[in-house]
């Protein structure tokens, strides 16, 4: 079968960033600890039920803890999550187990307990190298806290470790771009993850921006940034294997985002996360609160896999639908895109006779590229017009 992966959110923040739309909220520090026995409960019904379907254990080769902040939990509260993760499911051998963290909540004997839990990958919210972008995005640690952070996590034995940046902000120069990028290499971390800047409609950022108070930012002068970025992450060794990661070596690349980009199954576990099997969508319910009550004082469940207590959306997929999905998620893998004959013993069908009339299109544009083996992929161009070639898809 299939490995699955598992997507655990923990929707708690020290501090919400001034451009933040995640599902994560400050202040709910009393429901850390409720929360915590809420999903350990949401593993053992959602394991259970896996099982009931497939007659075995289901087997599980990644792990991510998301948020929101996962490393303002207590080892303790971690440690009973990953206990109940391997009584309920199969965790592969070489399992990989990410861990989210910001800087500025870690310590040294923190990222020791991680290890010994058996966390093997840190994905740390490094974002700038500049106070100022730091200060502007309302991010609370600077860049101190992030070189000590990738020192103790290195001593604690966790070497696989990916730094987020974000580009395109107010105010941002190419040159403090090309500054953050610099910095995050000279931590020789294996893998560099970039996100372009979008002011998501009610944060407070979106909000200074439309009320004249922060300037907007300027679009191409991201696009330059990103081109920037393409070009001295490649001096610098890093293979850009998706449209905003980045790893060195190749194979440093994160497994469990790979799970969602080649399109295969995942569940999501906790408020508001989102989760796939073959020909259905899940979503739960978003507020912490409401979540915790839904799994209160439940231990089983008779909701048929993938489905839990905490389970508030599902939409039946059309096979369309799957082949329009697959690929807007797998043509971002910009080295591999879209093979022919993964897609043919998918779906049934081929690449050229599902899309011919958007390829054709789409190559036309400079956008989409054969590759000699058969797969179609992003031209250097068409890895900055993303969102053009994936609408075709819809
Ligand atoms: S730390 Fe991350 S998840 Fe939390 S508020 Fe800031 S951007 Fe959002």
């Known amino acids: 079968m299939q490995p699955y992966s598992l997507y655990l959110h923990i929707p708690f923040c020290v501090h919400r960033c001034a451009y933040c739309d995640f599902n994560t ?42 948020g929101g902040t996962p490393s303002l939990l207590s080892l303790d509260q971690l440690g009973r999550i990953i206990s109940a993760l391997h009584q309920s499911f199969d965790l592969q051998p070489g399992c990989e187990l990410t861990l989210e963290a910001n800087p500025g909540t870690l310590s040294a004997d923190f990222m020791f307990g991680l290890e010994g839990l058996g966390i093997n990958r840190l994905s740390l919210g490094m974002q700038s190298a500049n106070p100022w972008e730091l200060k502007l995005l309302e991010r609370q640690h600077n860049l101190t806290d992030v070189i000590q952070a990738v020192s103790w996590t290195r001593q604690a034995g966790i ?29 020789q971390t294996p893998h560099l993850s970039l996100y372009s800047l979008t002011l998501e409609h ?14 907007e930012p300027d679009g191409n002068l991201a696009a330059e940034m990103y081109e920037l970025s393409m070009r001295i992450l490649a001096e ?3 293979a850009q294997y998706e449209i905003s990661n980045w790893a060195r070596p190749a194979a440093a690349a994160c497994r ?12 999501g576990l906790g408020a508001g996360a989102h989760g796939y099997i073959p020909g259905l969508r899940t979503v739960n319910i978003l507020a912490p609160a409401a979540y915790i009550q839904r799994l209160s004082n439940t231990s089983t469940s008779s909701d048929p ?19 329009g999905e697959y690929m807007m998620m797998a043509l971002r893998l910009t080295e591999a895109g879209v093979a022919d004959h993964e897609f043919t013993s998918r779906f049934g069908i081929s690449l050229h006779s ?23 992929r992003l031209t250097y161009t068409g890895r900055m017009l993303g969102n053009q070639v994936f609408m075709e898809f819809i």
Request: hydrophobic share 40%; glycine share 8%.
């Open 25 to 66: 909220y400050a202040s709910l520090g009393d429901l850390i600890e409720p929360y915590t026995q809420a999903l350990v409960r949401e593993i053992a019904i959602s394991g259970h039920s896996a099982q009931a379907a497939f007659h075995t254990a289901l087997p599980v080769h990644t792990v991510f803890f998301g």
């Open 256 to 267: 469990h985002n790979l799970q969602y980009w080649r399109g295969y199954p995942w569940l």
């Open 202 to 215: 009610g944060t407070p950022l979106a909000n200074w921006v439309n009320r004249g108070l922060v300037s």
């Open 159 to 187: 070497s696989n470790i990916n730094l987020d940046l974000i580009f395109g902000l107010p105010y941002q120069s190419v040159r403090s771009w090309e500054n953050t990028l610099h910095m995050a290499i000279s931590l």
């Open 236 to 238: 610098n060794g890093y």
């Open 305 to 323: 896999f993938p489905l839990t207590p905490a389970t508030q959306d599902q939409r039946r997929l059309s096979s369309q639908d799957e082949q």
């Open 354 to 376: 599902a899309y011919s009339r958007q390829i054709r299109r789409l190559i036309r544009k400079g956008l989409i590229e054969w590759t000699g083996s058969g797969n179609l």
